[in-house]
């Protein structure tokens, strides 16, 4: 919050509410439960996310759906001034001030951009994602037996796609310890980095092994952009088509992304 900025008029107190109504109103479409509709008092506290709420909206009349919409609100977050940090500060923010998020919804996109990653990293993704879903906490223990050097870029893709797998397996109501392991990290002749992660622990119960695992590609400021999505319960019928493959009690999910932006599961 800034204490320079002055209070908001009536009117646009009135258009915030307005716009966290429709918020709302088009997560509730989607079957995804959120809180209740919002006080005065919390119309004032989320005063500084006006702007971000009118761009999830604008995004949202030009995608597929809203979680296209909120990647869209996060990329437009993001100042692009290289740190790494305080865009993730930003993302957590408005997860926070929004207070719109359930277990059943939770939306991260990642810029793939060649940066240095803090060692904060995935404490900063755990708060993101504790403020984005309503969950029981989770131990995550993170197993490499890749042996393979995680470059700045490729890090990036391989804590993201271990992020998502985490997502996945706090969405799960045995909750408890989780042990993933990178199973592949490695780029081929091509140029194009292959990530591959498996769940260690009991696996992911069926309904969530059932959701929607769903990868776009977007290009920002020409930069080759890599997003992905996890959905518990919006498309459970996709799910296993589109880079989930069970065995047995172990869940495993590849990825191949080319340097130009290219992307394929398997």
Excluded: K
């Excluded at 204490?3 to 009117?11: G, L, N, Q, V, Y």
């Excluded at 996945?168 to 140029?191: I, K, Q, T, Y």
């Amino acid at each position: 919050m800034n204490p320079s900025r002055p209070d908001h008029t009536p009117a646009s107190t009135e258009a915030t509410a307005r716009l966290s109504a429709l918020l709302r109103s088009r997560l509730n479409a989607m079957g995804v439960v959120t809180a209740p509709e919002p006080s005065a008092a919390d119309v004032r506290r989320v005063r500084d996310a006006d702007a971000l709420l009118a761009q999830f909206v604008r995004a949202s009349r030009h995608t597929s759906g809203t979680v296209r919409a909120f990647s869209s609100l996060i990329a437009d977050a993001h100042e692009d001034d290289g740190n790494t940090m305080h865009w993730l500060s930003r993302v957590e923010r408005a997860a926070a001030e929004l207070d719109v998020f359930s277990a059943r919804l939770c939306a991260l996109r990642l810029n793939d951009h060649e940066r240095p990653v803090s060692a904060r990293w995935s404490d900063v993704f755990s708060r993101v994602a504790a403020r984005c879903s309503h969950i029981a906490p989770c131990t995550i223990e993170a197993i490499d037996r890749s042996r393979a050097p995680f470059t700045q870029r490729g890090e990036l893709l391989g804590r993201m796609i271990f992020q998502l797998v985490r997502n996945a397996m706090e969405a799960s109501p045995r909750g408890g310890m989780v042990r993933v392991r990178v199973d592949e990290f490695r780029r081929d002749a091509l140029r194009q980095f292959h990530v591959r992660v498996s769940d260690e622990g009991p696996g992911l119960d069926p309904a969530v092994a059932a959701s929607a695992w769903e990868p776009y590609v977007t290009t920002r400021r020409g930069h080759a952009g890599l997003g992905l999505a996890f959905v518990a319960a919006a498309a459970p019928v996709v799910g296993a088509a589109v880079g989930m493959r069970r065995e047995a009690s172990r869940t495993t999910v590849h990825m191949m992304v080319g340097e130009e932006g290219g992307l394929q599961w398997e």
